[in-house]
């Protein structure tokens, strides 16, 4: 049982550059988030999602673009990176009661 | 808008002592979830504890335990027999019972265990 599954861990990119975060769970969750990990803040909601099909901002969304085509599945884009986004990114998912399972994140640097 | 507040930065326990780490929360919702997650130094976030707002009981797990005040907001973790392995930053986090999707996390607590 995988869990939830991120990729890359690591991650140098140029400004201006775009990336997918990878993010696969197996555990047949409805609810799907991306966090983002910065010193002093906490994590943050970028995105989530309720369900295949269905997606919507959270409180970081600028610069970011998700899609959930499978339950399974929900990856984050990077469409233009800036130093700003700079940071440790998590995905995480869950059922409708319970606790967010996490991945283990991937940190990613923009240079 | 629901907000977590956590008021220590950072805390420090020795080993195999009691240590209680402090959470208050705002919210207008009657039925919710509050959660703390630990986070070591690998950066893996492992949920530590569930409590349901509408249970009276505290949550326990082991040697970690709640004490959940809902009247007066609060939702502390008491980590009792402190062990080097419990070292890590801690994060207490809100979910509203409706099934929202968004788990509201408070800034987190670095808590250190002296040998």
């Known amino acids: 049982n995988a869990g939830v599954t991120q990729t890359p861990k690591f991650q140098v990119l140029k400004t201006g550059q775009s990336m997918t975060l990878q993010c696969a769970q197996d555990m047949n969750h409805e609810y799907m988030s991306w966090y983002r990990q910065d010193p002093g803040m906490g994590l943050r909601l970028i995105h989530y999602?309720?369900?295949?099909?269905?997606?919507d901002q959270g409180e970081v969304p600028n610069g970011y673009n998700v899609s959930r085509s499978t339950t399974e599945d929900f990856p984050l884009r990077l469409l233009s990176a800036a130093p700003s986004q700079t940071s440790v990114y998590f995905c995480?998912?869950?059922?409708?009661?319970?606790?967010?399972?996490f991945g283990s994140g991937t940190r990613l640097t923009v240079v | 808008a629901q907000t977590v507040t956590q008021s220590q930065p950072e805390m420090s326990v020795q080993e195999a002592e009691t240590v209680t780490l402090s959470c208050t929360y705002d919210?207008?919702?009657?039925?919710?979830?509050l959660f703390w997650y630990k986070q070591p130094p690998s950066r893996q976030m492992i949920l530590v504890i569930r409590?349901?707002?509408?249970?009276?009981q505290n949550a326990t797990e082991n040697r970690f335990s709640v004490n959940f005040q809902k009247a007066a907001k609060s939702f502390s973790l008491k980590i009792s027999d402190s062990q080097l392995g419990d070292a890590a930053m801690y994060f207490c986090a809100y979910r509203s019972f409706s099934g929202s999707e968004k788990l509201v996390f408070g800034k987190g607590t670095k808590l250190t265990v002296n040998p």
């Open positions: 999602s309720v369900g295949a099909g269905i997606t």
């Open positions: 995480a998912s869950s059922h409708s009661d319970g606790g967010y399972t």
């Open positions: 919210t207008s919702e009657s039925d919710y979830y």
């Open positions: 409590q349901e707002a509408y249970k009276q």
